[in-house]
């Protein structure tokens, strides 16, 4: 082992890590000339009652074994045995355990009856889709932090959205009242920012200081330990100090044509006198919140993202609203919007987790052996990857693979509730215009990599909640604390064990590439990386964060959970990149066509990355759906 990994504690025993790493590969049926775990009860599912999969650390999101199947069917191609037909009907089957297939289970029985017979398979060993939650053990107690879909945008919400979560006890102000979050800007500490020695060439944390909101008092101050060239920091200095407006006296037309086509980094190097070096620092701003970096935004989206523009349009603030919060009003659960499958879930299989409701989601621990039962109406089936769907015979059938071999099942009626880019693998008779329209869907990648500390004292002692890193992986870091709803308490003052989250996308590799590209080729380097290539990162990171306030990198880091996303946020077109389609003609709309007895749901479907597009397009597939 290198000296610099033993000095950073590479050889500790994170929580679990092995275990669980080794665990995943077995028990998901990678092989598929493995022995299968046919069992008449769980239609070949793999008991899984020993585990709970949201304690599980180490590599997680689309962890090993859940992807291996999906792979060999959509890059190589791979032809599957002929499938064994289990001997189980259903009114509806949906493929894809997130919260759009949930939520198309959910909207089903309301159209068709309590008494439907529903299965859902999902290729995970957990549901929720990106709607997932990591669960920390500690002392004796749980510390609870997300591991994808975090925010609920509440005011984007359509009548339908809210109907549904007022059906599940959800209320609004109950979350907002519990709420004290702010992405690494408060409440406790002011924003900062952490230049590290690897990229910047010395360790430097600026306190007080925020890309989106500048620094009022000792700006200049704050800039000057900026490790960049002098003409960077002055240029930083006079962009944000300076109110006018770049367009004066242009025509709107002129106006709105630049801020929709040029791209951020550029607008900050020509209008607003940038150098390149000082531009770059922007890049990863935007990294976690969408995927993309700033450079192959708009200005007008960057707009939307709360970077500074505004005071180069004449308006007093840098971005519009004046504070660092690029979040815009949201609402949360401590695990975020796992709690929104968790309920989904409850409402559809309620022997899982007798007595939950919207008021005590988060402490609720379910039985993942209830999930599968022929007892049940409804039937969540893990670990089953689709490879195959079709119209037949009246009705619909599926094949996955579950435990290393191929099973059929067969419905009235099917959700496709997945990534849009697989259903032209899945269902290969769907007409050619609309798996054109499918493919045109490519997720971008993303990353959210909890650690759990021992103590916050560090953060603490530095008077920070967290940090943004502009040289760094994740372009992010931050505490997780101070969500206390749905039962759950982890107060700011509380200096005990704190899950602090790392968050963001990977740049891609080479500059010039065209959007998918680079959502390509991050998946593809996001792919490669071990959990030791995240684990040393983290590492290196705190390390040299904190270490000047008292934390020690060999005793202090607890448990490290990756959740990678190679297919995160839903693809919605960019300025930069995407024509404008006549209305009916966008490829998402083609993409959700329904096809015979089988209809089309999943955030793609609504071409924009949020729970409650998910929530939205189930209900639409679902009325989709033949009678
Ligand atoms: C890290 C991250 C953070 C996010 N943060 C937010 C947020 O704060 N707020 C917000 O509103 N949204 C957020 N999102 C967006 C999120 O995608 C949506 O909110 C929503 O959860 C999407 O749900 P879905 O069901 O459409 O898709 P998914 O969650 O992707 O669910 C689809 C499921 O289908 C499964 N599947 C695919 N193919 C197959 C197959 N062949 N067989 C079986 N199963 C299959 C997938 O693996 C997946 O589990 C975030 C996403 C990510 C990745």
């Not at 997680?60 to 190589?76: Q, W």
């Not at 659960?333 to 007798?354: C, E, K, T, Y």
């Not at 990386?529 to 290196?540: A, L, N, Q």
Request: charged share 25%; hydrophobic share 35%; net charge negative.
């Amino acid at each position: 082992m290198k000296e610099t990994d033993r000095r950073l504690g590479m050889h500790r025993d994170i929580t679990r890590r092995d275990f669980i790493h080794d665990l995943s590969l077995a028990s998901l049926g990678m092989a598929l000339n493995a022995g299968a775990f046919a069992d008449e009860g769980t239609g070949g599912m793999e008991p899984a009652t020993e585990l709970y999969p949201p304690i599980r650390t180490g590599m997680r999101g689309s962890h090993p074994g859940s992807f291996e199947v999906a792979h060999a069917l959509t890059r190589k191609g791979r032809a599957f045995p002929d499938p064994t037909d289990l001997d189980e009907e259903y009114d509806l089957i949906v493929v894809g355990g997130g919260i759009s297939g949930l939520a198309s289970a959910y909207y089903y029985r309301k159209r068709f009856g309590e008494d439907a017979r529903i299965l859902i398979l999902e290729n995970h060993d957990d549901f929720g889709g990106h709607a997932k939650r990591n669960e920390f053990h500690q002392g004796g107690r749980m510390r609870l932090s997300w591991g994808g879909a975090m925010n609920l945008e509440y005011p984007m919400f359509s009548d339908n959205v809210n109907a549904l979560l007022e059906e599940l006890g959800i209320r609004i102000d109950e979350l907002l009242e519990g709420y004290e979050f702010q992405y690494g800007s408060g409440p406790k500490g002011s924003p900062s920012i952490f230049f590290d020695e690897e990229t910047y060439g010395r360790n430097e944390l600026v306190h007080g200081f925020s890309f989106r909101a500048g620094g009022d008092a000792g700006l200049d101050r704050m800039i000057d330990r900026f490790p960049v060239s002098e003409e960077s920091r002055e240029s930083l200095k006079r962009f944000y100090t300076r109110r006018d407006n770049v367009f004066e006296g242009r025509p709107e037309s002129d106006v709105t044509r630049i801020l929709t086509g040029t791209s951020y980094t550029d607008f900050l190097i020509k209008y607003g006198g940038l150098t390149d070096e000082a531009a770059d620092l922007f890049v990863k701003t935007t990294h976690g919140y969408w995927g993309v970096g700033a450079d192959s935004l708009s200005v007008a989206e960057c707009i939307g993202a709360s970077l500074p523009v505004m005071h180069l349009l004449g308006e007093p603030h840098l971005n519009g609203s004046g504070d660092d919060n690029p979040g815009g009003d949201v609402a949360m659960f401590p695990d975020g919007n796992a709690s929104i499958a968790r309920l989904l879930v409850h409402a559809l299989i309620p022997q899982v987790a007798p007595g939950s409701n919207a008021k005590n989601i988060a402490m609720a621990r379910f039985d993942y052996g209830g999930l599968d039962k022929a007892s049940h109406p409804v039937r969540l089936r893990l670990n089953s990857t689709v490879v195959n769907v079709a119209n037949h015979d009246g009705g619909t059938r599926a094949a996955y693979v579950n435990g290393g071999r191929v099973w059929r099942v067969r419905s009235k009626h099917m959700v496709l509730a997945c990534n849009h880019s697989i259903i032209p693998h899945l269902c290969p008779k769907m007409p050619a215009r609309q798996k054109d329209a499918q493919k045109y869907q490519v997720k971008r990648p993303l990353i959210l990599t909890n650690v759990l500390l021992r103590t916050s004292q560090p953060f603490d002692r530095l008077d920070i909640s967290g940090a943004y890193c502009p040289g760094r992986l994740h372009g992010a870091v931050w505490q997780v604390k101070g969500v206390n709803t749905a039962g759950y308490r982890h107060d700011w003052q509380d200096a005990g064990p704190v899950p602090v989250m790392f968050w963001g996308s990977v740049a891609p590799p080479d500059a010039g590439l065209s959007i998918k590209e680079q959502h390509r080729a991050s998946r593809a380097r996001l792919l490669t990386m071990t959990f030791k290539d995240f684990e040393r990162e983290v590492r290196t990171v705190l390390d040299a964060m904190l270490s000047p306030a008292g934390f020690a990198v060999q005793e202090d880091i607890l448990a490290i959970t990756v959740n990678r996303w190679p297919h995160g946020y839903a693809y919605d077109y960019l300025d930069l990149w995407d024509p404008e389609w006549p209305p009916g003609e966008a490829p998402h709309e083609i993409a959700r066509k329904p096809f015979g007895n089988i209809a089309v749901a999943n955030a793609d479907a609504g071409a924009d990355a949020y729970t409650h597009v998910a929530i939205d397009q189930a209900r639409r597939a679902v009325e989709d759906l033949p009678g």
